[in-house]
């Protein structure tokens, strides 16, 4: 108790994570000594320029972070839908969904 984990902010994948070289590749350029982007985010080499996400959208940014190609990530879910449209409860499922 009482011990305050300091937050840093990923500006890649938009999480604040705890301010250590657990989560943050150590970086003495930095004023803090760690990298502004995330471990999960350095390793992922995008070739784009860190901060411009607007062309990132949800799918590309899931399949980054699972290591996956945007492809799986969007055919996984178009599966996973087909199979849970198939099922006689679909459409309860989907309007509980939303809301
Ligand atoms: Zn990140």
């Known amino acids: 108790m009482g011990r305050v984990v300091r937050l ?3 500006g890649v994948c938009d999480r604040d994570l705890p301010a250590t070289s657990e989560y943050f590749q150590r970086n003495r350029a930095q004023c803090d000594g760690l990298q502004t982007r995330c471990k999960v985010c350095s390793h992922v080499r995008t070739g784009r320029p860190a901060g411009r996400g ?8 899931i399949a980054r972070e699972l290591g996956m190609s945007r492809h799986d990530v969007v055919a996984t879910l178009e599966s996973a839908l087909l199979k849970l449209r198939a099922h006689p409860l679909a459409h309860v499922l989907f309007r509980n969904l939303e809301g």
């Open 54 to 61: 607007s062309s990132d959208d949800i799918e590309s940014q």
């Open 8 to 10: 840093k902010h990923c």
